[in-house]
């Protein structure tokens, strides 16, 4: 395999070298380096660590799909004709080679229905259960159903609490348990009044035994049966995973029939639901032994085979038919039916009487190939498990061994703590091929699962973070209470945003997995990764002095008005920019022009966007790039804004989306209150009003190749060169106390972790009103991505390569990729920002607030919109703070209070700064 990292660092050469000398190695299969060459030309320079989330389909699968579509007549099933009669063939065949695959074909013990996926099989569970519901008319409101859901469960397993309350029906009893409990409830004795109560029912009924759930830990045994002569049980649900997609932990099989033989009673009859979804990915299931196994198993293929995804199933036991109660049926599930009168008759088979409608009989043609295919690549299926083990305990052990300078743990692994350590990891008994966890620095501080999974994405490795839809295991590893996790969501903090870190816990973590094709290589990639960007070789709280901005020996003039600060003559505003789209390029202020600060920024900066016409979100640049390459242009003295895009004209009538590369939008235009709307930017909601004219909309539409409108926010922008509002060029606003400005309402205040005060306003901008960065520290990023890159592109730009070719070869790094407000010009050395507290920009004063965090955006050319991970993987390397936060460049707060009106700054203006003095 070709790593992304090269070249290959010496901890993977001698990882790898080592792990092949040593006993570790028995059982990896070296064919799969041939076999990913051949099979898998998707994972070329790529590493994939998600197969818990979906494992790859193999070209040899793909094209003998593809080949049998072509070569066969497949139809609708539902009739006699020769196409349909050929797709119920291939449907019997598949059914016959799942229930092979699992074990399950002797004596038509057990049928196979097939679904959307595991999810859906779940939910077809919870409908058809034979519920025993608590209602107020209830003759033995004490017996009731009861659902137990084990902590580590999946959110499908978990979403069957919905099932289970219905005021209209009435409700069952829900617990969630844990496994120390559910043990201990399994392995204790009967008491004596739990011995003659079960004794004494086993002469009132002889029905059927069947798996049961565990009591709740507040009931006591007696609580689960009565004395009752019906002759239907109430029936209960256990429900639990083999293997938690969280954490890759592995239950007993055995807990079926444990139930079995520990709980069930003749009045309270107990099933099984195994999620199989996790576990069926590298391991076999066996269910060859009916009485000791689960009732229901649920599955999705693409977990097994990376093809078909719209296809799952639940492996069902048949004598469970006339249990199962079904409510809505669809064409195909009955074998007669009036429409006057409430009367129909379902099939005999339980996939018949449950598979509404047409099934998804091309996904199940591939299911029935992927079988044949998945044995003549790896041969034997069991063949997977012993691979991926041993890869599984060198990537847990490699993990742990992973050190920052003073001896501290770089990775903090969610896996059960024993007296014989590692010994559950690399036992495939206790734990699947999956380790889930979170990175520390030396101090202590954690580092942001966003942050280590943008960076994996720039070498092309590929990982998953998040909640991963298991609450049970997120809270249990993350410390979470569920009062923390409603706070956090009252915080603004959704499951699928970019808030990874919260009032110092972790909001979710970081999740590898290996699969069939995993190698000995896409573990050290990911060691030498992980080695090569967060450990800490040295005190990362350590504070480098850099010379001083002013120049101390020579300029320490202090002013009564100002004594803090330090006057300096080089040091002045190279360039003010605004973004009046957000996500869009920026309109650098012409020379000579002053530009007007206003409440939330300077004036027009970020007050329109561009939102979703689905959904009202923001559009952004890491989903678009393109929008880079629309301009708006603020014309003060014809209070216009001017839209245009820069991509260049082609020959190609398809790229030329628009018919005019110029949009005028008049300032005084405010959208009208019937097009106003809530968005959400940057985990904020907020309201904005819309435009409705179709050529402003359609105009971006047709550039970006997406549905979207052009919103603005609604506040009171005022162009001080129109009108009364202000004379001259004058725009007033009045200094009010508290360090803040007077506004009008606002949604959006300066970001909790930036030294504000509280209520500090923002319009449509990330975290501040104002960015400032300098060129020389840009000059400092330059020479690094130069260094990373070997030098190549200074070489490059030495020999005076094209322009265009040096472009595709290497990122254009200029002050534009950061998106400052202000660019400074002067400095003796690069960041010397970082140490400044206040600064006077001509007549203004801005206090600093603190470091830009930055993202993946900065990978995006604002010219070309091309992306490059140069920029972003250098300041990775040599700009993160103690918290492991990417910055660069500093967010700034106006203060009208200590400023000069008018309140403007234009290209020049001279900076003088207060800066912290080093100790040193």
Known sequence: MSSPITPMSSTSTTLKARFFASKESAGYNTEVDTIRKEQYPQLKDAVYLDHAGATLPS???????????????????????PSSQATSARVDSARQKVLQHFKASINGEWDVIFTANATAGIKLVGDAFPWTRRTATSKDPARASKLTILREAHTSLVGLRGIAHDDDRGNIDVETIRQSRLEHLLQAPLNKNEIQTKHRLDHVSTHNVHPSPPPSPNASMQNLVTDGSDSEPTYNLFAYPAQCNFSGRRFPLSWPRQIKERLDTPTQKNLVLLDAASYVMTAELDLSNHSSSPDFVVVSFYKMFGFPTGLGAVIVKTELTDKLKKSYFGGGTVSAITSDESWQVYRTSLHGRYEDGTLNYLDIVALDLAFDSIREIFGKYSTISPHVTVLHRLLYQSMVSLKHYNGGSLCDIYVESTDSGSQLVGNPEMYGPILNFNLKRSNGHWIGYGDVERLASMKDIHVRTGGFCNPGSMQRWLDLSAEEVKKNLEAGHVCWDDTDILNGKPTGSIRVSLGAMSTVDDVTSFIAFLEEYFIDSSDPDGITPTVDLIGESEHHEATSENPDFISSAPVQVDSVIIYPIKSCRGYKIPQGQSWPIAPHGLLYDREWMLVDEVTGAALTQKRFPRMCMIRAEVLLNQNLMV???????????????????????????????????????????????????????????????KPCRLARQPVASHNPLQGAIASSSKLKIEPVSDNTTSSSPSSRFVKSHLNAPAGAPILLSNESPFLLISDKSVERVRDWVDEQDEGQGAVRRMANISEDLDKKLRHDLTSD????????????????????????????????????????????????????????LALSKNRKSAGGQIYFGMHMLHRPDLSVAPYEVKVGDMIRARRHISSE
Not at 66 to 71: G, M, R, S, V
Not at 647 to 669: C, F, Q, V, W
Request: charged share 20%; hydrophobic share 30%; glycine share 4%.
């Open 59 to 81: 070209q040899h699968h793909l094209q003998q799909f593809t080949a049998n579509l072509t070569a066969n007549l497949y139809a609708n099933p539902h009739s006699k004709s």
């Open 643 to 705: 839209v245009e895009h820069t991509e260049e004209p082609s020959s190609d009538a398809n790229l030329n989306r628009t018919g005019s590369n110029k949009l005028y939008i008049s300032l005084d235009e405010m959208p009208t209150e019937a097009a106003k709307s809530s968005s959400r930017v940057c985990g904020d909601c907020t309201m904005v009003v819309h435009y409705t004219a179709p050529e402003i909309n359609e105009w971006f539409t047709q550039f970006l190749g």
């Open 817 to 872: 990729s950061f998106r400052a407000n202000f660019v400074t010009k002067g400095q003796q050395n690069g960041f010397e920002e970082d140490h400044w507290t206040r600064i006077q920009v001509g007549q203004q004063v801005f206090d600093i607030l603190g470091p830009c965090r930055r993202c993946h955006m900065v990978t995006i050319d604002q010219l070309t919109a091309m992306k490059n991970s140069d920029v972003f």
